[in-house]
């Protein structure tokens, strides 16, 4: 099972531009979020889906899209990079609320 | 507001030893609690869910346990191998009605197991 798919692993930036990050998963999972892990600072949830066609910000949503098509798919749209989105970027999956998240392997961002 | 502190920040073990990793967390009504590894450049493992309603649960020489009412969970580990070198985070999924999506999570706790 190829579980969650993040691409690419590694970006480097200039500030100002925009860029997608994908995320794939095949479990036919309903709920996907995508987070940041900066130092010092843990895990922090940026936008979160709970199905096809619903998503939903978390505690740090500025600077960030996110739109959800298919049950598989959920990309996270950089709309103009700054420095402060320097960071790895995480997409989970889950089936339900009391099922275990699963994480893929993270997207290394710079913005120089 | 639900925090999560992971006591200690970094831990250093001989191989062989039994070690207990530390988790509390501020706001007792959540619905679970997850275990997770995390190796240097890599995502997070998932180790060990615990619902809100259970006292533990097992995997190999994983233990977890938990106690809502004092908001505290340990991940005991028995027979520590170096191959268990990782960071350990622990995140608490919280209880409010239809508001149950966010996972609060811990900064980590280091764990260095030597040959």
């Known amino acids: 099972n190829a579980g969650v798919t993040q691409t690419p692993k590694f970006q480097v930036l200039k500030t100002g531009q925009s860029m997608t990050l994908q995320c794939a998963q095949d479990m036919n999972h309903e709920y996907m979020s995508w987070y940041r892990q900066d130092p010092g600072m843990g895990l922090r949830l940026i936008h979160y889906s709970v199905g096809a066609g619903i998503t939903d910000q978390g505690e740090v949503p500025n600077g960030y899209n996110v739109s959800r098509s298919t049950t598989e798919d959920f990309p996270l749209r950089l709309l103009s990079a700054a420095p402060s989105q320097t960071s790895v970027y995480f997409c989970a999956s889950r089936r339900s609320v009391n099922q275990p998240q699963h994480f893929g392997d993270g997207t290394r961002l710079s913005i120089l | 507001k639900q925090e999560v502190t992971q006591i200690p920040a970094a831990l250093s073990v001989p191989e062989g030893e039994n070690l207990v990793l530390n988790c509390s967390f501020t706001d007792s009504a959540i619905y679970n609690l997850q275990w997770f590894r995390q190796d240097p450049g890599k995502g997070l493992t998932s180790l060990l869910l615990?619902?809100?309603?259970?006292r533990e649960q097992t995997s190999g020489r994983l233990n977890a346990s938990l106690d809502k009412s004092s908001g505290r969970s340990t991940l005991y580990i028995a027979a520590s191998q170096p191959g268990d070198s990782a960071t350990y985070l622990c995140a608490v999924r919280r209880n409010s009605g239809g508001s149950n999506y966010k996972l609060t999570f811990g900064k980590g706790t280091l764990l260095t197991v030597n040959p």
């Open positions: 615990i619902q809100s309603s259970q």
